[in-house]
Structures are given as structure tokens and as C-alpha cells.
């Protein structure tokens, strides 16, 4: 087992972030599909989807550059992924439901959430503080996504865990860290709990356990 | 009148932030549960109300590390409390109703004012930018609360005054300052009377004048 | 044709940013008034809407202080432009219609274009992230008045061209500088070419093409 030297840790990093963003970009294109917006619209929300829980985390950290400032092509890929899956819908007459953004949501909630916490590790915040711009990362680009399409946004109003997916994975990743693994381990594994956890309460439709009062008659 | 040292005046500062804080995560705890979000989407939203105005103040004015980020305890904090409160809830059958978060918002709405006014003042803004950050401190945490549940916020919706309490208690802040009171004396006044101001309007069900046209025939 | 020398460049921005900053506090006032907001209300949509998108900008572009906070009186004429708004309408029993507010949204929508753009390239952003700061500075104010009146933003609803109009304007500026033009004319030929279109858009009620699958059978 060989440690990556910090460049290639920076890459790895930089890599996973990129999985995310496309992920998240597939979830935004559906979710527009689904309200009707327009074309512009369909971009708009596919970047706030891919673009917005990195950049509050960024403003959150006071880290500048932005990733997509910086990396100005990744605009260009954004714009040409949204256009090819809207030329792609139209020719296949693929009406996406709302159980088609679920997967690459679920991609994206593991990647962003690993990203998120080793990044805020390395500007030296402490666990806690790690562990939640991890899970502002993974979570705020689709409560932005469904603010501006006007629902309650998924992450509160789905009663199967979705927050908590992510925040089992960072802490995945703090803990694997504190007992000595490799960096990279602990990002991939911090990444797949999120996202398998996420994953299975999908297929088994599991549910939180209601807490709300006055229903237990 | 003694003065306090200015630690002293610190630590009255972060002692009102932390009172106010209680007070808007009770509001979110209750709007949560009125809207039957589950566990997660308690937490959230209780930490969007309390931490959500302070945050947004600590951008516009540039201010870093954030007090939760500094005083990551703080976020233990809140998650104890929105468990105790779940709990509580749950074993009580105690359900709310939209008046029961009426009374610690009043009591938030003052507290962070004061607190807000104050520290963009230490900062140097002008006497109106000062004001205005102790507003948005106030009642951003409760906008974001009300949008994350997809409901026009409450210091728009609401005829009663809310917004127009955090400016009286700012100005009341500045005001006593400019008179040579004492800051800690001035903080409390700006609390009290925003706080005040908008519990009397709760009581007695003072609307402010409707301005709209077309009403008055 | 005399270049202007750069402090007279720098208040032919602000002049610009002034003029959008008015037209957009027309198109909150008159948004709020639909909704019936209260008085508060009124001038907290109106505000959102004129600083909103400099502000998010500003924020992105790490450019402090925010034009708001340098100016404090301008945030006392928001205050008389609301207040002034809003005793004409009740005198004149003037009710806006949806129609109403298009035409100042258009108006701001280009000189919010040109303002952000130039602004951005002054931080010596590269030309697409320049572009995407004037869309963001031109349309976000109107999507935070529109999200916190709980409807989903003109900008992603109206099938006529929006941010479009913005990304043209902001590409026929960068394209004139590319061109060896003069900055003020650049400036103000971005504004006209993103204003002008919105309006032709209104004007002769064209759409995007529909591109949602499932339409065309």
C-alpha cells in the first residue's frame, strides 16, 4: 500500500469532486425535465446542483479561488453535458421520473461528502466542523436545485435518510484517518459508505423512524 | 456604573449569540415538527434558524472562523438540544401549533439584533450598515427556516410588525451609544426593546397600517 | 472618440450599477404589491432585489467592502424609493399587474449585465467566468425576490429568453474589448444588447424552443 504523494492526493481530490459535480449536473438536467423548465432553466439548476454545495462550503472555508473559477473549462463541460442530455431526451422521448434522479443523486451525496470533509480537514477545522461542511457539500447543491424549482427540499422531506447517509460517511472518513489509513482509503471509503448507505435505503425503501407526535394513537 | 473591560464585554456578546441562538433553534425545532419533517430535517432546520443569521452576517462583513466553527461544542450543543427536544415532544404528545414559535422567536429576534448591531459596529460600519446587519442577523435565520419549508417567511407574510422591532432595537442600540451609555447597558436596551416591541405587538394584534391600493373603497 | 481616463471609467460603472440597482427596486416593489406584503415587506423584496446580485458577486469575487457599505446612502434611498412607491400607489389606487414589473426587470436585467461583467474582467477573471458573474449579478436579484415570495424565479419559469439576453449582452462586451473597442462603449453596448433583447422578447412574446420530451406526438 503506498501512499500517493500530496500532488496526487490534490488529483484524487480534484477527481472526485468532478464525479460529483457530473452526478449532481444528471440530478439538476432530471429534476428541470420534470417541472418543464426551459432550456436556460435546465442549465441553471444543473449548475446550482453541481456548482452549489462546493462553492457555499467554499465561501463557508474563505477558500479562493473557486473550483470552477479556476477551472473555467468544467463551465464549458457543464453547458455541453446539459445540452447533449436534453438533445438525448428529445430524441429517445425519455420523460425522467422522480426515481431517475435517485442514483446519480446518491453518486454525487458520496463523492461531494468525501471531497468536502478532506478538503476541510486540510484547511485544519476541527472533526465536527470537517464532518458538516462535508455533508453542506453533499446536501446544499440539491436543496438549491429544489428551492428554486419551489418543493420542500428532498434532503428534509424524505423520510428515508439522506443527511444521515453523509454524515456516517465523514465520519467514516475522520475515523479511518484517525486510525492511521492511508489518505486516499479513507476519501474512497468515506465516499462508498455515503453512498451504499444511501443506496440501500433506496432499495429497501427503510425509512427513519417518525418521530412526530400525536400519531402514535 | 462601572464599565466592563472589554473581555468582559466579549464574553456579553457571546453569552446573548448563545441565548439567541436557543431561542431561533426552539423556533426551527417547532416549525420542523408543525411541517412533520423527521429527525434529520429537524436538525437542519433548527441549525439553519440559529446559525443561519450570524453566518450570513459573518460574509457580508468578512469575519472568520465562524463562532461555530471556533466553538464547534456549540454544534453538539444543538444536537443535544433538538434530540431533547424530539424526545420531549414524542413522550408529552405535545404537538405545536404556529403559535407556540412565536415567543422564542420574539426573544431571539431582540438577542440577535443587540449582538448583531454591536459586532458590525466593532467592526467600524457606518451607524445605518450597523443596523442593518443587526436586521439581517435577526431575521435571515428565520427566512431561511421558512423557505427551506417552502412557506413566504414570516417577517414578510406577517402584517404584524417583525423587521420593523430588530430596527427600532438597533437604532435604540446606536442611539444610547451616541449618548454615552455604556456598551453593555446599550446591548441590553437594543434587546429589550426589540424584543419587547414585538411581543406587545403579539399580544395585542397591532397590524401595521396596510398600505396596498385597492383595498380601501 | 477620447478614452475616458480610469477614474471617470470606474463612476461610469457605479452610474450603471445605480441605474440597475433603481430598476430593480421598481420590479421587488411592484412583486411585493402583488403579493400584498406588508409595508416591511415591501422594502426588503425591493432591497433584495437591487443588492442582491451585486452582493452574491461580490461575495463570489471576494470584494469587499460591498458597494451598500462603502455608500450607506444609498440604502437610504431604497428606503425613500420604497416609501415614495408606495404612497403613490395608495393614492393613485394604482394595483401593479405581472406586466407591470417587466420593463424595469428588463431595463436593470442589461445595465446589471454590463456592470457585473466589466467588474469581474477588472479582477482579472477569464472571459467565461466573467460572463457567468454578469449573468449572475443581472439575474440573481431577481430570483431571491422571487424565491422569498414563494414562487419559482421568472428566470427559470418564462419561457421567453432571460439569462439568454444577459449571456449575449455579456458576450457582446467582452467581444467589443476583444475588438480593440473603447471600455465605456463596450460597457454600454453589452447593456443595450442584453436589455434590447429581453424587450424584443416581451414585445413579440417569442420562446425558447420547447425542448421537453413527450410533447411532440
Given at each position: 500500500?503506498?501512499?500517493?504523494?500530496?500532488?496526487?492526493?490534490?488529483?484524487?481530490?480534484?477527481?472526485?469532486?468532478?464525479?460529483?459535480?457530473?452526478?449532481?449536473?444528471?440530478?439538476?438536467?432530471?429534476?428541470?425535465?420534470?417541472k418543464r423548465l426551459d432550456a436556460v432553466g435546465v442549465c441553471v439548476v444543473a449548475g446550482l446542483a453541481a456548482f452549489g454545495g462546493g462553492?457555499?462550503?467554499?465561501?463557508?472555508?474563505?477558500?479562493?479561488?473557486?473550483?470552477?473559477?479556476?477551472?473555467a473549462?468544467?463551465?464549458?463541460?457543464?453547458?455541453?453535458?446539459?445540452?447533449?442530455?436534453?438533445?438525448?431526451?428529445?430524441?429517445?422521448?425519455?420523460?425522467?421520473?422522480?426515481?431517475?434522479?435517485?442514483?446519480?443523486?446518491?453518486?454525487?451525496?458520496?463523492?461531494?461528502?468525501?471531497s468536502g470533509t478532506q478538503i476541510a480537514l486540510n484547511?485544519?477545522?476541527?472533526?465536527?466542523?470537517?464532518?458538516?461542511?462535508?455533508?453542506?457539500?453533499?446536501?446544499?447543491?440539491?436543496?438549491?436545485?429544489?428551492v428554486v424549482c419551489n418543493e420542500i427540499p428532498t434532503v428534509f422531506r424524505d423520510h428515508r435518510p439522506y443527511a444521515v447517509c453523509a454524515f456516517a460517511g465523514a465520519w467514516a472518513l475522520v475515523g479511518m484517518q484517525w486510525l492511521g489509513a492511508a489518505d486516499w482509503l479513507a476519501l474512497l471509503a468515506g465516499a462508498a459508505v455515503a453512498s451504499l448507505l444511501r443506496m440501500v435505503a433506496l432499495w429497501t425503501d427503510y425509512s427513519l423512524p417518525q418521530w412526530s407526535a400525536g400519531d402514535e394513537t
Amino acid at each position: 500500500m503506498s501512499l500517493p504523494s500530496p500532488p496526487a492526493m490534490t488529483h484524487l481530490i480534484a477527481a472526485v469532486e468532478v464525479a460529483a459535480m457530473i452526478a449532481f449536473a444528471f440530478s439538476g438536467v432530471f429534476e428541470a425535465a420534470r417541472k418543464r423548465l426551459d432550456a436556460v432553466g435546465v442549465c441553471v439548476v444543473a449548475g446550482l446542483a453541481a456548482f452549489g454545495g462546493g462553492t457555499l462550503r467554499d465561501v463557508l472555508l474563505d477558500r479562493r479561488p473557486f473550483f470552477w473559477v479556476e477551472h473555467a473549462v468544467w463551465l464549458w463541460g457543464l453547458l455541453a453535458l446539459c445540452a447533449a442530455a436534453m438533445l438525448f431526451m428529445r430524441a429517445r422521448h425519455f420523460a425522467p421520473t422522480s426515481r431517475a434522479m435517485q442514483w446519480p443523486d446518491a453518486l454525487g451525496l458520496g463523492l461531494f461528502t468525501a471531497s468536502g470533509t478532506q478538503i476541510a480537514l486540510n484547511t485544519g477545522s476541527p472533526a465536527l466542523v470537517a464532518v458538516l461542511m462535508g455533508v453542506i457539500t453533499a446536501t446544499f447543491g440539491g436543496v438549491l436545485r429544489d428551492v428554486v424549482c419551489n418543493e420542500i427540499p428532498t434532503v428534509f422531506r424524505d423520510h428515508r435518510p439522506y443527511a444521515v447517509c453523509a454524515f456516517a460517511g465523514a465520519w467514516a472518513l475522520v475515523g479511518m484517518q484517525w486510525l492511521g489509513a492511508a489518505d486516499w482509503l479513507a476519501l474512497l471509503a468515506g465516499a462508498a459508505v455515503a453512498s451504499l448507505l444511501r443506496m440501500v435505503a433506496l432499495w429497501t425503501d427503510y425509512s427513519l423512524p417518525q418521530w412526530s407526535a400525536g400519531d402514535e394513537t
